[in-house]
C-alpha cells in the first residue's frame, strides 16, 4: 500500500521561525536526540536565521541562492570547512522535516554543495607516552592502582570502544584464554586477542575485584561500581584518564579513552600489522575508516624524516662550517 503524500501547505515566511522549535522537539520525540545535539542544531539553525534576516528573508522561506550567500558569508569569516559542513548538515535536516509536516514543496538545500573538508588526522600519544601513563598508574598502588593499570593495558592491548570497555561482562575474560570476546555496534561479536602485560594485569585486578562490587546483582560486569548502570561509567573513566595524564605529566587535553584506542591501531600499523587485522580488531565495518590510521602512520614518518635526517636539516652558513683537517694533519703526523 503506497504511503499517501500530504498537500504541501504554504505557511507565510513570518511563522517560518516557529518551525525550528517543532523541529527540535521532533528529534527530541522522534529520534531520542540528545540534549547537547538538539542545543548544536538550535544554535546552527539561529545562526542562518539572524544572517537571512539581514536580507529581509526567513529561515522558513529561503531560497537557493539565500542559502548560498549564507555558506559564502561563512567561508569569508573565516570558519572551517568542519563546522560550516556541519550547519548545512543541519539546514538539510532541518529542510527535510519541512517537506516531510507539508510546509514546502521543495528543499532548497538539494542544490548546495558540501564545503570541501580536509581530512583530520585522529589524535594519538607515542609509544613513550603510553608507557608514561602506565608507569604512573602503577605508581598508585592500592585497589584503585591496580584497577586503573587493568584499564589501561586492556584499552591500549585491544583497542576496544569506550562503552565496550565498560560494559565488558565478567565472563568476556576466561582465566584460561588469551582472548576478549567483545559484542560491539550492532550487536556484533568479535574476538580480540590479548597480550601478556593485559592477562597479568587482569590477573591482579581480579585479586582486587570485590572491593569495587557494591551490589551482587552487578557482579556480572567486569569492572563493577556504584553507578546507576552497576559499572565504570565513560564518564568516571574519562576522568581517571585525565587525572593519570597530569600524573604522567602530559597534558591531560592529549589522553582520553578514544585517544588510547587511536593509538593501539597507529602503534599496530607503525609495527606492521595487516590493516585487515586491525579492522577486524577495532570492529569497523568498512575498512575505509581503518585506512585513516595508515594516513597518521605517514605523517609520522614524515616528520621523522624532517626533523632527524640530516640531508632534511636546513644547510649551515658558510662562515659556520670548519673545512675539516687533512687526514695526515688529524692523525698527528708532521707535514
Not at 569569508?76 to 563546522?83: A, I
Not at 585491544?158 to 588469551?178: H, I, M, N, Q, Y
Not at 585479586?207 to 568516571?236: I, N, Y
Amino acid at each position: 500500500m503506497s504511503a499517501v503524500r500530504r498537500t504541501p501547505r504554504r505557511i507565510p515566511a513570518t511563522q517560518a521561525d516557529g518551525r525550528i522549535d517543532a523541529f527540535l522537539e521532533m528529534l527530541v520525540a522522534e529520534r531520542g536526540a540528545a540534549r547537547n545535539t538538539v542545543d548544536a542544531y538550535r544554535r546552527d539553525l539561529r545562526d542562518a536565521s539572524a544572517f537571512l534576516d539581514t536580507r529581509d528573508v526567513k529561515l522558513g522561506g529561503a531560497e537557493p541562492d539565500d542559502l548560498r550567500a549564507y555558506m559564502a558569508h561563512l567561508s569569508e569569516t573565516g570558519l572551517s570547512p568542519r563546522t560550516a559542513a556541519r550547519r548545512l548538515s543541519a539546514l538539510r535536516q532541518f529542510f527535510k522535516f519541512m517537506q516531510e509536516e507539508g510546509w514546502r514543496e521543495e528543499d532548497p538545500t538539494s542544490q548546495l554543495e558540501s564545503p570541501q573538508q580536509g581530512r583530520r588526522l585522529p589524535k594519538v600519544l607515542t609509544e613513550q607516552e603510553v608507557n608514561r601513563l602506565l608507569d604512573a598508574a602503577k605508581r598508585k598502588g592500592g585497589p584503585e592502582g591496580v584497577r586503573l593499570v587493568a584499564l589501561l593495558e586492556v584499552l591500549y592491548a585491544t583497542g576496544l570502544r569506550v562503552s565496550e570497555l565498560v560494559g565488558l561482562p565478567f565472563s568476556a575474560v576466561a582465566r584460561d584464554t588469551d582472548t576478549l570476546l567483545v559484542r560491539g555496534k550492532g550487536g556484533r561479536e568479535r574476538m580480540i586477542p590479548l597480550g601478556a602485560p593485559a592477562r597479568e594485569a587482569l590477573d591482579a585486578y581480579r585479586k582486587v575485584r570485590q572491593q569495587f562490587l557494591k551490589r551482587e546483582e552487578d557482579d556480572r560486569w567486569l569492572f563493577p561500581s556504584r553507578s546507576a548502570g552497576g559499572h565504570l561509567t565513560r564518564h568516571r573513566l574519562a576522568q581517571l584518564l585525565k587525572e593519570l595524564a597530569g600524573d604522567a605529566g602530559i597534558d591531560p587535553g592529549k589522553v582520553s579513552p578514544h585517544v588510547l584506542r587511536h593509538a593501539f591501531a597507529s602503534h599496530l600499523l607503525a609495527h606492521g600489522a595487516d590493516l585487515r587485522a586491525v579492522q577486524q580488531m577495532l570492529g569497523h565495518a568498512d575498512i575505509a575508516t581503518t585506512q585513516i590510521y595508515t594516513h597518521v602512520v605517514d605523517e609520522r614518518l614524515k616528520a621523522l624524516v624532517r626533523d632527524r635526517h640530516p640531508l632534511a636539516k636546513p644547510a649551515a652558513n658558510d662562515a659556520d662550517v670548519q673545512e675539516p683537517l687533512p687526514t695526515a694533519k688529524r692523525a698527528g703526523e708532521r707535514g
